[in-house]
């Protein structure tokens, strides 16, 4: 809890400054408390002002993350410019019901923040390749390169993956700024070409 703020603290406020000035939608997870619970919370931070989050749900038991933070419940999809992005935190990519597609809640982008080690990074890329090939999405997730504290490293290997699970970008193990378009066009023709997605299960998360 000492490392964690509050959502009036200061980054959530350098988030709120930074995109109104650059009017762009900027998003990252904090380390959040909220009375006496704390929270693993990817902000959301629109150009106004405006902001939504999303509190991480599979806490990493491994590493005892559970015992410091507060599971979320929620998801959250948001809505740029007649685009569903639906952001997730690292741990959440290994659990596929969660991140699945669902009628009342679709969406065209599955956005992966992670601090995701140099050791799975195979698992790493083939999950985020299995992801966007079962909800015929575009992936689009960021890990951190570098060393820990623990001497734990981080190859990086953030990416865009296009919804037939082929790597449009693959980054190398160092920091990098890359931009890429992401094609409707391209969405609807392979969900339109396979609509596997309509014979699928409809459940629900309790």
């Given at each position: 809890?000492?490392?964690?703020?509050?959502?009036?603290?200061?980054?959530?406020?350098?988030?709120?400054?930074?995109?109104?000035?650059?009017r762009i939608i900027l998003t990252g997870s904090l380390m959040i408390h909220e009375g006496e619970q704390c929270f693993n919370r990817l902000i959301w931070m629109q150009p106004d002002g405006q902001m939504g989050f999303y509190d991480k749900r599979h806490l990493f038991s491994y590493a005892r993350e559970n015992e410091a933070f507060q599971a979320g419940e929620c998801k959250l999809v948001?809505?740029?410019?007649?685009?569903?992005?639906?952001p997730v935190i690292c741990y959440d990519l290994r659990f596929?019901?969660?991140?699945?597609?669902?009628?009342n809640e679709p969406y065209d982008v599955l956005l992966v923040v992670a601090n995701w080690p140099e050791s799975r990074i195979v698992a790493w890329k083939t999950l985020l390749q299995a992801r966007a090939i079962e909800n015929?999405?575009?992936?689009?997730?960021?890990?951190?390169?570098g060393e820990d504290g623990n001497q734990i490293s981080y190859h990086g290997a953030s990416c865009v993956i296009n919804p037939e699970g082929k790597f449009l970008y693959l980054g190398e193990n160092k920091e990098d700024v890359y931009n890429i378009t992401l094609r409707r066009d391209e969405l609807k023709q392979v969900r339109d070409t396979f609509p596997f997605l309509k014979d699928g299960d409809d459940f629900t998360i309790f």
């Open positions: 809890k000492d490392l964690s703020e509050p959502m009036d603290g200061e980054s959530v406020e350098w988030m709120k400054q930074t995109g109104e000035k650059n948001a809505s740029v410019k007649g685009w569903k992005i639906r596929p019901v969660w991140c699945r597609q669902q009628p015929q999405c575009y992936v689009v997730a960021v890990n951190r390169v």
